[in-house]
């Protein structure tokens, strides 16, 4: 089963914009984020299409056009990004009704969806804690 990548190259996105900016760059081209990112730049106009809808980033088009930062990296959190991407929850249950015959089948599906839902309560906690600026700060620090 492959890890679901969007939230890592959103906030991938989302960081390197922040750098940019600091650096007194305010508009970066999908081709020079894919660069960073190493990746294809159609996804990353793709995560950049995301984030725009939710209001996390801006485009300019025309002469000095690209993508900047809509907000302030103090402002923008990792679940806003997580949101935004659509990503899933970290677990899913069985795609089809386990044998409600089985004691284990019968009651299986109920307790681990409490399980999962306490896991996902706490990873929207601390990723509505964690911004893009922490992120950045935290990159350049390693």
């Given amino acids: 089963m492959a890890a679901n990548s969007r939230l890592t190259i959103a906030t991938h996105v989302l960081t390197w914009l922040a750098l940019a900016q600091r650096r007194g760059q305010e508009v970066l081209t999908s081709d020079q984020i894919a660069a960073s990112v190493n990746t294809n730049p159609v996804i990353i106009r793709r995560s950049l299409g995301d984030l725009r809808r939710a209001g996390l980033v801006e485009v300019r088009h025309g002469a000095g056009a690209g993508w900047s930062l809509a907000r302030a990296p103090e402002e923008i959190t990792l679940l806003q990004l997580y949101d935004a991407v659509g990503a899933e929850p ?3 249950l069985h795609r089809t009704e386990p044998n409600l015959e089985c004691p284990v089948g019968r009651g299986i599906r109920p307790v681990l969806g409490d399980v999962y839902g306490r896991v996902e309560w706490v990873m929207r906690r601390e990723l509505a804690d964690t911004s893009i600026a922490d ?3 935290e990159t350049l620090m390693s």
């Fill in 90 to 92: 970290p677990f899913g």
């Fill in 135 to 137: 992120v950045l700060r």
